[in-house]
């Protein structure tokens, strides 16, 4: 299956501000279907937050979210994959490292994020019509 990750990627990206709190880093992120933002220092992406972070690093460890800042449980460093790479590559990635999200960046520029839906989804439909093709060709009985 070929396919590079800029075709299939997600080109609008949520962002955050490392210093914020969670409290409103929640509200922001609960206002995207997305469910992650990119967190920047000095607009520079430095890691990335999910709703995982959320529960694993304040909820879990009862931290209050309004003296939290979003850098105490950012994922970081930031992992990434190249707009001109296959979607192959993006999903060994993604295996590699335990993420289901990955921002799409060239030269520290964040293009966009392509999410293991966004390979699911395309993989699907790529056995499903894989699947028609295949019939077509058995003689029928």
Known sequence: MK????DYMTTEIA?????????????KMAATPRGYLIV??????????????????????KRDPLRTKVKQIM??????????EQLTTAADIMKKNGVRKLPVS?????????TT?????????????SIRDVLRYIPML
């Not at 607009?43 to 460890?61: C, M, Q, S, W």
């Not at 994922?75 to 001109?84: A, E, F, R």
């Open 3 to 6: 396919g590079a990750v800029k």
């Open 15 to 27: 962002t955050i501000d490392a210093e914020v709190d969670i409290c409103t880093a929640a509200v």
């Open 40 to 61: 920047l220092e000095k607009d520079f992406p430095v890691g990335i937050v999910t709703e995982r972070n959320f529960v694993n690093e304040v909820l879990a460890k």
């Open 75 to 84: 994922s970081s460093p930031l992992i990434t994959v190249d707009p001109d």
């Open 106 to 114: 060239k030269d520290g520029i964040l293009y966009g994020m392509i």
């Open 117 to 129: 839906r966004d390979i699911t989804d395309e993989f699907s439909d790529y056995v499903d019509n």
